[in-house]
Nanobody
Framework: QVQLVESGGGLVQAGGSLRLSCAAS????????MGWYRQAPGKQRELVAT???????NYADSVKGRFTISRDNAKNTVYLQMNSLKPEDAAVYYCNAAVLGYLLGRVYENDYWGQGTQVTVSS
């Protein structure tokens, strides 16, 4: 089994910064894409940023230039540096990972989610 554990959320004033971390552990053969999503009250979960194993990144337009996603493949960890935070960035942030497993000579991929970490931005 695989677990994703997020940390780093909290309360910050508008214009401030936070750094989220998400560490994957368990039966891991490898990890393909990792990403961050968020869900505000009454809204659907939306993509924030993704990063491939090779380091290619993709961002939602709303966070481009303010957020930076990165990963440490040796630690199976993904980070999200959030700068210039706005009240509209407030949400529960979820980590996602496409984790590879190996069984009976075959490699397979499963999608996992973290439990979520709350980010609150005061105006």
């Amino acid at each position: 089994q695989v677990q994703l554990v997020e940390s780093g959320g909290g309360l910050v004033q508008a214009g401030g910064s936070l750094r989220l971390s998400c560490a994957a552990s368990g039966s891991i053969f490898g990890i393909n894409a990792m990403g961050w999503y968020r869900q505000a009250p009454g809204k659907q979960r939306e993509l924030v940023a993704t990063i491939t194993r090779a380091g290619s990144t993709n961002y939602a337009d709303s966070v481009k230039g303010r957020f930076t996603i990165s990963r440490d493949n040796a630690k199976n960890t993904v980070y999200l540096q959030m700068n210039s935070l706005k009240p509209e960035d407030a949400a529960v942030y979820y980590c996602n990972a496409a984790v590879l497993g190996y069984l009976l000579g075959r490699v397979y991929e499963n999608d996992y989610w973290g439990q979520g970490t709350q980010v609150t931005v005061s105006s």
